[in-house]
């Protein structure tokens, strides 16, 4: 009995392959071709780490390319209250542009928005994260983006690992004299990430 095509769509999106019924011969020899092709993880570069903030955005470049992975320079982006929200996002932007320039960065990873319930702590997240991708998309950088559960799982083998834990293996791992300010620690762990489990 032939299969509907909503289960064909459902299996082909679980990463199985379709029947061979359902394939033309292009097709089959695509998915033969896609078959082959060895999927290869982990990301191995100079990457920019952003844990957006509209007035605390946590930067960080770690390059990969070696191991034990190494900390090129990391920063809070600090803005008080007297700051407007538009100038706020204008520091941020440069911030960004400053270090992927400085340290020649082609890949980027970002915390992903995450459910809050106070609307303008979202609308502030969103435009802190739209004031760097904007920069990077500039810059011709390739960016991911990261749930922020998947980063602390990524760094420290536990999703709901706190700050501090993070921080604490951050260290480890980079092998630093000391444990990072919060936000930073945060924005390299979500390089980290990109470099453990990203797709080249």
Known sequence: MARSARSLWTAKLQGGALPAAAQSGKSKARAASEATKPVTRGIRAIILGIDPSLRGTGLAVIDTRSEPPRLLASR???????????????RIADAVEELAKAHGVKEASIEETIFVQ???TAQAMGASRGAALSVLARLGVRVSEYAPKRIKMAVTGHGAAKK??????????????????LDESDAAAAALCHAYTGKA
């Not at 809070?76 to 204008?90: F, Q, S």
């Not at 501090?164 to 300010?181: F, Y």
Request: with cysteine.
């Open 164 to 181: 501090e834990q993070v921080g604490r293996m951050i260290k480890s791992v980079l092998g630093l004299p000391a444990e990072l300010p």
């Open 118 to 120: 106070n609307f303008r």
């Open 76 to 90: 809070t982006v600090k803005l008080g209250p007297k700051l407007a929200a538009y100038e706020c996002l204008g």
